[in-house]
């Protein structure tokens, strides 16, 4: 099988650091993604890791450790905007572009 | 405006009942999808087209049919619909590049309500 887990919910305070973690058991593995999604909105893409190490654009930064089958996103400056589920999807074959979504993580952002 | 839409934005209807969503993209995307988001929030793909040609088919019961009549175009029909349905259906679409990974860009999604 394939699953994807995450915490459920992490808060925060506006202007601090928080990781959301993410650990991936899956048959195939092309990529890590990392997508948000407000209440009521559409998930948008965020960032995505091929190789090891880490990723950043802007506030935001993403990590992959392929041996460890782990990844994390990283937000930098906390703002109350950034209230919403993130969510980590691997990409699971070669060829089209099918996303395992994990579980999901809401965050919440306090001033 | 550029952009995945999809039609209608909420859906309520009874047990039994056959509906349709649609979805358009105008971003010249070849491949399109459409996914689940169920009430814990949990997204799983259910089926994808490439130029118009089925490449993803989870397993979804058969009575969600999808059709994509051209490459802009993707919609999802429901028969029977059954309490379980209830959830929230997103359209997305991607440029696929077989050697390197393209976002996937989400619609607005369409909350269907089986009473």
């Known amino acids: 099988g394939q699953s994807l887990e995450q915490p459920s919910e992490v808060t925060a305070v506006e202007g601090a650091i928080v990781q959301i973690n993410c650990t991936y058991q899956?048959?195939?593995?092309?990529?890590l993604s990392w997508y948000q999604q407000h209440d009521g909105g559409a998930p948008t893409f965020l960032s995505y890791?091929?190789?090891?190490g880490l990723e950043e654009t802007g506030r935001f930064s993403s990590f992959l450790s392929r041996s460890d089958s782990y990844g994390y996103l990283l937000l930098q400056e906390l703002q109350m905007k950034d209230s919403a589920s993130y969510f980590c999807a691997v990409r699971a074959n070669t060829g089209f572009q099918k996303l395992v979504f994990g579980t999901g993580t809401r965050l919440l952002v306090s001033p | 405006d550029t952009a995945v839409s999809q039609t209608p934005k909420y859906l309520v209807t009874q047990m039994g009942n056959d509906k349709s969503i649609k979805c358009e993209q105008n971003?010249?995307?070849?491949?399109m999808y459409w996914y689940k988001q169920d009430s814990k929030k949990f997204l799983k793909i259910m089926f994808s087209y490439n130029n118009k040609e089925l490449i993803i088919n989870e397993t979804v019961p058969n009575r969600f049919s999808p059709k994509s009549p051209d490459k802009a175009h993707l919609n999802l029909h429901i028969n029977s619909l059954e309490l379980g349905d209830s959830a929230v259906y997103f359209c997305a679409s991607s440029q696929a590049k077989r050697t390197s990974y393209n976002e996937q860009f989400f619609g607005p999604g369409t909350r269907l309500t089986v009473l």
């Open positions: 971003l010249g995307h070849d491949t």
């Open positions: 899956t048959s195939g593995f092309y990529g």
């Open positions: 890791n091929a190789l090891d």
